[in-house]
């Protein structure tokens, strides 16, 4: 900060915009070249027009914000509402916290200048109208991404701005088609801006995706890596603390990988809880290349647990399946919450082709099996909406009563139905 | 006296409740049969003392005819048949101590169509149990008859969808073209085979993203036996049977004594002891709705039971099979002002309650306002959870679906081919709320309460 010298007083300066360290400068070189008047009459120009940094109403944490519920497991909402709008975008998350989610989860990747996205595939062609801008067509590419050979558009070959100019649409033919072609890809900030401004505390659950493809094709100023700029954002934005301290609660963050070194590595960085996630048999780890089998198993449980708070399988791995009816659960579960580790499967979905015939095409008798039968501590699911009702339905948040007579009433409405059995 | 404690109106209802009742019956018959056993032993047994009597009194009493010797054989096969017939007890299972729990009647009800077909082979008996276990209300069939006569729960009328007709090589030569209701249909028609034949077949799941597992094991039943698996439940379950394609029923098959498709179907509903007006006591105790897209068999029947009756209602351009009427001609003010004389209700096909356009519900049409207004049930059908059968607006959520149409459109009653999740949306939304009934749950209930009480802070 640069103190006049003719100034008869100290006088405060209220912030340090891009626009008043100009305006200073021009000031300097006005005071030098013409005279006191006209910076004064320069400096007051500067004073209106520069904006005082007081937090947006919206934002004002001073408001009493309905806390995050902790007494039931979480309901995920599994990259937005994705069953009814397309899916990674921002009105799937606000259509989200609308239904009732506890956390909004999302897919992080990069674009080629570096920016954080929110964008599950690495490559545009399920879910953009990617093939209808004739100015990127050569921009197709086949990169080996997981030891498999992957032909598209890939979002590490697109600036932030060119992303921005495509249009997302849903996955899924027997979905919702409607709002194809209205939202656009979203950035990680304005992900978390969607949850910093809900009316109640929604958690984020930002996964590290693909981090080996990533840091192979972008790089970062300063040899910083695609993790480092991932634990940056979510600081800047204040969200730290270790699972269910404080600072949590108030914003409330798990991490989720595929790639148990990336969760290792950022361990050093911050306490949010992590989560590693557990990809089908058949696939090993992209980073370490070590198999289902050895990284559900007790020993590698054991070591894993320092650094995660849970662990989010595929959960047709979990309860075994044939002939489209579910079998004897797997001890899976067990030898987890034995390690003291949460377990969030994924991924529920309301359609009968996902739903397996024990539950007569219903999606809360399988949401039933999965929170009182197999005991789970969370639910990555489409359906968000779904999951909430059910919830309320059967464990409904009770509320404590803040108005003596309306105590007494629920009371005498209790005592008049007593009949002796 | 008029006003004696004994009136004609009095035994007159003494008379009839011991006479129609069903369970009061069986047991005067029962006392009637012993009593005539113990008459008629009596007799005999004098009969058989004469000869000794006659020599006691000298010259007294006139001489009697001795009984011949074939009053012995007689005697002996009088007990025989005394010890051997099952006296008149009812079944264990069916012995009415009247604690059964009845129907629900304060939430619209839950029709379980054709059985729990969403998991389940349609209209097969372990289809109709499934759905009492799920908690249904009543249980919907199709009634169509066989070449015999017998009535039977069948929906189509042909065996080529949900039997497994096709590998049945000796009936190779059945197949035939027949119209009905104006289309001309191919196939087997079960008018053309006896129930023997027809219980020689297996039912099958008709979708095929539905459960296979059940195909092959399952027989045909018929209408008395579906009746029996509701008289067997161990709570009050309805029946809801449909008079199905009448017109042509009663063209390809005859009964004796000029009787129709519509009196046999009456006929056994009666036997069982079905009977009484909407929410009549006997009503309660059996609870039955008659249901049928031919006007002409309802009215028809209105003469014979005072069960009430709902007019199905098909789509839009499908005329009724009978008196050849629009969809707009029966849902108009005017016809619902007639036929209401009839019927206690409509059951509409849903998508014309409301209309549809990509998917999407739009506005709801005024036949629910006006059938209400006429004092009669709206009971749509058919509700199902696959996600190819629920409009967008409900997120593929099918509980969100039952919501709409029960607490939005207001209906009173809804066919669904999965009564066990329609069943858990009403037990969590409108439970059947009994109260507590144990003193110390009851006691930690208002402790638990109370504990949780924190004083508003008044400022």
């Avoid at chain 1, 008047?37 to 934002?59: G, H, K, Q």
């Avoid at chain 1, 650094?307 to 899976?332: A, H, L, R």
């Avoid at chain 1, 309301?350 to 999606?363: K, T």
């Avoid at chain 1, 399988?366 to 359906?383: P, Q």
Wanted: charge should be neutral; hydrophobic fraction near 35%.
């Amino acid at each position: 900060m640069i103190r006049l010298q003719n100034a008869g007083k100290g006088k405060e300066y209220v912030g340090t915009s891009n626009a008043f360290i100009i305006a200073q400068t021009v000031i300097y070189l006005a005071m030098y070249l013409t005279g006191i008047v006209p910076f004064i009459f320069l400096l007051l120009v500067a004073w209106c027009s520069a904006r005082p940094l007081y937090p947006l109403p919206s934002r004002r944490n001073d408001r009493n914000k309905r806390p995050l519920q902790t007494f039931r497991p979480f309901n995920i909402a599994h990259r937005g509402s994705n069953g009814e709008i397309p899916e990674e975008s921002a009105a799937a998350y606000m259509k989200a916290i609308e239904e009732g989610a506890d956390f909004i989860e999302t897919d992080i990747l990069a674009t080629k200048d570096g920016s954080l996205i929110c964008f599950h595939d690495v490559n545009l062609d399920d879910t953009t109208d990617i093939v209808h801008h004739k100015e990127f067509a050569n921009r197709k590419r086949t990169y080996e991404v997981q030891a498999v050979n992957i032909t598209g558009y890939f979002t590490v070959d697109f600036t932030l701005e060119e992303l921005k100019s495509l249009r997302l649409k849903q996955r899924y033919p027997f979905r919702d088609q409607q709002y194809n072609g209205m939202f656009s890809i979203i950035t990680f900030e304005e992900f978390i801006s969607i949850a910093l401004d809900a009316p109640r505390v929604v958690g984020i659950y930002p996964e590290i995706k693909n981090p080996v493809f990533i840091n192979q094709r972008v790089k970062w100023s300063g040899g910083k890596k695609y993790e480092d700029k991932f634990v940056e954002t979510l600081k800047k934005y204040g969200y730290k603390g270790s699972y269910m301290s404080k600072e949590w609660l108030k914003q409330p963050a798990f991490i989720q990988s595929f790639a148990p070194t990336s969760l290792i590595y950022i361990s050093n960085l911050t306490n949010l809880p992590k989560l590693f996630l557990i990809d089908d048999v058949n696939i090993p780890t992209q980073d370490t290349n070590q198999s289902y089998w050895e990284i559900t198993s007790d020993n590698y449980l054991d070591f894993i647990k320092e650094y995660v708070v849970g662990i989010g399988p595929w959960k047709d791995n979990m309860v075994p399946v044939s002939g489209n009816y579910i079998e004897t659960p797997s001890d899976f579960v067990a030898r987890a919450h034995v390690q003291n580790l949460q377990v969030h499967p994924y991924t529920f979905r309301n359609e009968n082709e996902f739903l397996h015939f024990n539950f007569s095409e219903d999606p809360y008798n399988e949401y039933d099996y999965w929170i009182n039968k197999v005991g789970v501590d969370g639910l990555f699911t489409d359906f968000t909406g779904s999951l909430h009702q059910f919830q309320e339905w059967t464990s409904p948040f009770l509320s404590r009563e803040e108005d003596a007579h309306k105590l007494l009433d629920k009371i005498a409405l209790l005592i008049s139905k007593f009949k002796h059995a | 006296m008029a006003d004696g404690v004994i009136s004609v109106e009095k035994i007159k209802a003494f008379w009839h409740s011991q006479v129609h009742d069903p369970d009061k019956w069986d047991l005067n018959k029962k006392l009637l049969r012993a009593v005539g056993l113990f008459a008629g032993s009596i007799v005999l047994m004098r009969q058989y003392e004469q000869p000794t009597k006659r020599k006691a009194h000298k010259g007294g009493a006139p001489p009697m005819a001795s009984p011949s010797r074939s009053v012995f054989p007689f005697i002996f096969m009088l007990f025989l048949v005394g010890c051997s017939a099952r006296s008149l007890y009812p079944l264990p299972s069916r012995r009415h101590n009247g604690n059964r729990q009845p129907l629900q009647t304060f939430r619209p009800y839950n029709i379980a169509h054709r059985g729990s077909n969403g998991e389940i082979p349609e209209e097969t008996t372990a289809a109709y149990k499934k759905a009492i276990e799920e908690g249904t209300d009543f249980i919907e069939t199709d009634i169509l008859a066989s070449k015999d006569g017998v009535l039977i729960s069948f929906h189509d009328v042909i065996l080529d969808d949900t039997t497994d007709i096709d590998e049945h090589p000796e009936f190779i030569d059945r197949k035939r073209t027949y119209e009905v209701q104006g289309l001309n249909r191919t196939g087997y028609f079960t008018v053309d085979f006896t129930l023997k034949e027809l219980k020689s077949l297996r039912v099958k799941q008709r979708y095929p993203f539905r459960d296979q597992q059940y195909n092959g094991k399952f027989s045909i039943i018929t209408f008395e036996e579906f009746i029996s698996i509701a008289l067997d439940a161990n709570r009050v379950v309805g029946i809801y049977p449909e008079m199905k394609n009448p017109v042509f029923i009663n063209q390809r098959v005859k009964w004796s004594g000029g009787k129709k498709f519509e009196d046999k179907f009456v006929e056994t509903l009666k036997k069982y002891g079905y009977r009484g007006s909407y929410m009549s006591e006997q009503w309660l105790k059996r609870p039955a709705f008659i249901q049928s897209f031919a006007p002409t068999s309802l009215i028809h029947v209105s003469n014979q039971t005072d069960l009430p009756k709902i007019l199905l209602i098909d789509d839009t351009t499908t005329p009724t099979q009978d008196t050849n009427q629009s969809y707009w001609e029966i849902t108009s003010d005017k016809y619902l002002d007639f036929i209401k004389e009839y019927i206690v209700g409509i059951g509409p096909w849903k998508d014309t309650l409301v209309t549809a356009s990509n998917n999407y519900l739009r506005k709801p049409t005024d036949l629910v306002a006006r059938a209400h207004a006429h004092n009669l049930q709206v009971h749509p059908y058919t509700f199902r959870n696959e996600n190819q059968f629920i409009h967008f607006n409900f997120s593929q959520d099918p509980y969100r679906e039952f919501d709409y149409w029960l607490n939005e459109i207001g209906v009173d009653g809804l066919f669904t081919d999965f009564t066990g999740s329609l069943h858990q949306f009403q037990e969590w939304t409108s439970p059947l709320s009994t109260g507590e009934r144990d003193a110390n749950r009851l006691l930690d209930k208002i402790v638990f309460m109370i504990s949780k009480f924190k004083l508003k802070k008044l400022v």
